[in-house]
C-alpha cells in the first residue's frame, strides 16, 4: 500500500488546515490509517486514528474537540481536518496504515508498517 500525504503549510493561530492521505496498492478497506506528528527535537507521537470498514476514530487528548478524523471512500483518503491550530501544533504531520492494528495499538507508531512522506504544519503569527 503507497500512501501521501498533502495540505500542509503555514497559517495562523486559531486557524484552520485539512490534510489528506491518499492511499493506493491494496484492498485497504480492513486497514487502520492514522496521523502521526513529530515536532524538532521531540518524539513521533499519534494524533489519530480511523479503522477504514468502522469508521471507529481514536484521537489524541490534546487535539479532541479541535481535530477531525475522516475517510472518503470515493476518493480513498484519509482527512484529518484541524481547527483552532495553536503554535504547539507546529510539526511535520505523517500518515501511517496497518491492517494489523487493533484497538489497543492503534496509538503506537510501531504498529504501523505502512508511512507516508511527512507534510510540514507550521502555525505561528
Known amino acids: 500500500v503507497q500512501l501521501q500525504a498533502s495540505g500542509g503549510g503555514l497559517v495562523q493561530p486559531g486557524g484552520s488546515l485539512r490534510l489528506s492521505c491518499a492511499i493506493s496498492?491494496?484492498?485497504?478497506?480492513?486497514?487502520?490509517v492514522g496521523w502521526f506528528r513529530q515536532a524538532p527535537g521531540k518524539e513521533r507521537e499519534f494524533v489519530a486514528g480511523?479503522?477504514?470498514?468502522?469508521?471507529?476514530?481514536a484521537y489524541e487528548d490534546s487535539v479532541k474537540g479541535r481535530f477531525t478524523i475522516s475517510r472518503d471512500n470515493a476518493k480513498n483518503t484519509v482527512d484529518l481536518q484541524m481547527n483552532s491550530l495553536k503554535p504547539e501544533d507546529t510539526a511535520v504531520y505523517y500518515c501511517?496504515?496497518?491492517?494489523?492494528?487493533?484497538?489497543?495499538?492503534?496509538?503506537?507508531?510501531?504498529?504501523?508498517?505502512?508511512w507516508g512522506q511527512g507534510t510540514l504544519v507550521t502555525v505561528s503569527s
Open positions: 501511517a496504515a496497518d491492517r494489523g492494528v487493533i484497538t489497543s495499538t492503534i496509538r503506537d507508531s510501531r504498529a504501523y508498517d505502512h
Open positions: 496498492g491494496d484492498t485497504f478497506r480492513s486497514y487502520v
Open positions: 480511523i479503522r477504514w470498514n468502522s469508521r471507529h476514530t
